[in-house]
């Protein structure tokens, strides 16, 4: 077990057997087929809104496979390194470029989660940063840069695809029409940030008392979850229940975020998620979660308000989420809740 802090608690704080349910076909959008051509996606963009609890799966995304299996490899590889490697990189300041961790907020948390986690920041990148991510395994840089670009451009482009959902960029089916202004609204797309954070779940002996992440949603707009191939533990609240995340080959699991929530006025809803833990083998995942650049507010477009439609969130940034983490233990969607206006 890599980390110094691990007991297992005496029960599961919410103390019940979870409800699971595995979804056979789940929702998913392939980006081979034109999907991202403006209304096939807006369908399937709003489906979730409407009836399926803002969840799915991105599959033929155009990411090489080597690229994601060696994230995974080299994330493995640095959980495996001797703890007094890892412990170079702890660090309770949040703002750290590079925070290696135990927990989900191990400041706050009155109970311990089974994870530990490299936090990691990707976007932007200075000349400062790269000299300060870990040196071991050898590739982990390179493997983390080309993971990272590969990440950010698929974002990108899911992002202009719920933009032209929300009627606030032109489709890319009519190409003759002026799209000066789309290319602002873009741009603060292409320089946001981007935050890379690779998750191990060690075995756990007791792994109905505990959980790897307890509920929580994302804070960006959109975060893209590889998930290595070889064991269950994402699970996703729809109606209620947890729905299992089964790691489908070469996918990503789209998780909206509480940025995305505001931004659109409440028109896409950030999802609550949590991962369970298992006896046999530890489990990898790598969360890259994106959002405008750190220093922008994050406030309802004023697009989408109308009189039918009244403004539903106050405006956040990113330095007002890191306050509210570092001052209370967080719990579900508490961050986005202390956002909403009555
Ligand atoms: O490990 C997972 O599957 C989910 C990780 C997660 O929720 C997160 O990093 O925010």
Known sequence: MSCRFRTVPEQR???????????????????????LKGPEFLNYSMKPVKNMGSFRYVINHGIPHDI?????????????????????????????????????????????????FLKLMCHPLSDDVLPHWPSSPPDFRSAVVSHSRQTKNLYLKLMKAILESLGMVGTTDHEDEDHDD??????????????????????????DLTLGMP????????????????????????????????????????????????FSNGRYKSVLHRVLVNSSRSRISVASLHTLPFDSTVRPSPKLI????????KDTDFSSFL????????????????????
């Open 215 to 262: 509920p929580h949603s994302d804070y960006g707009f959109l975060t893209l979850l590889l998930q290595d191939n070889t064991s269950q533990g994402l699970q996703i609240q729809y109606e209620g229940k947890w729905v299992m995340m089964e790691p489908l080959p070469n996918s990503f699991v789209v998780n909206i975020g509480d940025h995305l929530e505001i």
């Open 68 to 116: 994601l299996s060696n994230m995974v490899d080299v994330g493995r590889q640095f959980f495996e390194l001797p703890f007094e490697e890892k412990a170079k990189y702890m660090s309770a300041d949040m703002h750290e470029p590079v925070r290696y961790g135990t927990s989900f907020n191990q400041n706050k948390d009155g109970v311990f989660c089974w994870r530990d």
């Open 306 to 313: 109308n009189e039918e439609n009244p403004r539903r969130y």
């Open 13 to 35: 704080e919410e103390n019940r057997a979870p409800q699971i349910l595995t979804l056979s076909c789940p929702s998913s959008i392939s980006l081979n087929c034109k999907v």
């Open 182 to 207: 789309d290319d602002d609204v873009l741009k603060q797309f292409e320089d946001g940030s981007q935050l890379m954070v690779i998750n191990c779940y060690p075995p756990c002996p007791e792994p």
């Open 323 to 342: 306050e509210y983490i570092s001052s209370c233990e967080p719990k579900k969607k508490n961050f986005l809740e202390s956002r909403k206006l009555t």
